[in-house]
């Protein structure tokens, strides 16, 4: 990869294809305002072909055709110049098991930053384990962070994920989704994608940590109690699109609710915002411990620990349960799941 103050010779070049919006370029200009030789040029628009583009060869020079565009999410794809160290971050494959173990062997090499993505995965994962069905279409990536937190407060890092999914997916099929404690969000009382997260720790402090998240954009939803973007808009839509405005969103929120980067007791206007996307506040819930665990999507109850109505999450993203005796119980999201009632 390039250094992180310089976008990769593939970022340039497609930029500058783009540009011309389907018109031709010879190597010749290409090469002048890259600054690099003729022959650089044709080995980068090789590479580029190799990995999947249909850039065209004519007699006036190279040409990308908008409408043969593809939905990449190689690297380069992601050159921004807002961040332009963010492309050095990103890592691609075409098939692995699982983005979150990439992620982790990642972070035991000592990585600080690191955006996994997969364009399907053979073992995803979701809580507890289970695997997470992905489909050819769908958006699968792992974050890997090194953020300055307690292992107490890890579960707000996670909320400031599952906020920025649960807006973009709004803002993305034109209808609000929904925040479903612990980690689901739902867009038509349908699932649409979830989140898990892993950490590790040394003392009190966070060595690591990494959220994985699973969306059904283009793919069939794995089951009748879940959909998809596709199914929802009538029309495929770019995964790049939708992992762009995920990305915008974290940083807005880390900006809004990490001024001091130390939470300590919990982010109480962080919580205040994570309920204002649950549909579930006032409603009928079990607490229970999950007992299945091979279907994301079709989890299966153990044992009841507590019966009442949903309150939302407190500071440090609990969910609060008022019992009929008025008792409110506080439960982390690490253990239990939740059953709505009506």
């Known amino acids: 990869m390039k250094s992180e103050n310089k976008h990769s010779s593939k970022a ?64 380069w794809e ?112 349908k699932k649409i994608a979830g989140i898990t997260t892993e950490i590790s720790g040394e003392g009190d402090l966070i060595s690591w940590l990494i959220c994985g998240i699973g969306i059904n954009v283009n793919n069939k939803a794995p089951s009748v109690k879940a959909v998809s973007c596709e199914e929802i808009l009538g029309r495929q839509i770019s995964r790049k699109e939708v992992l762009c405005k995920i990305l915008e969103e974290i940083d807005n929120l880390k900006k809004n609710f990490k001024s001091n980067a130390v939470y300590s007791q919990g982010n109480s206007n962080l919580a205040k915002e994570w309920n204002s996307f649950s549909d579930c506040i006032g409603v009928k819930t079990a607490v229970f411990e999950p007992e299945s665990k091979d279907d994301n999507f079709l989890e299966k109850q153990g044992k009841i620990l507590a019966r009442g109505i949903f309150k939302g999450i407190d500071p440090i993203g609990r969910c609060i349960i008022k019992t009929d005796d008025d008792n409110e119980l506080y439960f982390n999201h690490g253990s239990v799941s939740l059953a709505f009632l009506n």
Not at 13 to 32: N, P, T, W
Request: proline residues 3%; aromatic residues 12%.
């Open 78 to 189: 992601f050159a921004d110049s807002v961040y332009p160290e963010r492309e050095s971050f990103f890592y691609h494959f075409l098939k692995t098991d699982s983005t979150m173990d990439r992620a982790h062997e990642l972070a035991l090499k000592g990585k600080e930053m690191a955006y996994v993505c997969a364009d399907k995965q053979s073992a995803g994962r979701g809580r507890y384990g289970r695997t997470w069905v992905s489909r050819q279409g769908g958006l699968f990536f792992s974050i890997l962070e090194k953020p300055k937190l307690t292992i107490s407060d890890y579960t707000l890092f996670s909320l400031i994920m599952q906020i920025a999914v649960v807006k973009s997916i709004s803002f993305i099929c034109g209808k609000k989704a929904y925040l479903r404690w612990p980690n689901d969000i739902y867009i038509n009382n």
């Open 12 to 75: 340039q070049l497609l930029a500058l294809l783009r540009e011309k919006k389907g018109d031709s370029s010879s190597g010749s200009v290409l090469a002048k305002e890259l600054g690099v030789s003729r022959v650089a040029v044709w080995k980068t628009v090789q590479s580029l072909v190799e990995a999947g583009y249909s850039i065209e060869t004519k007699e006036s020079g190279y040409l990308l055709k908008p409408e043969n565009e593809k939905d990449f999410l190689y690297p």
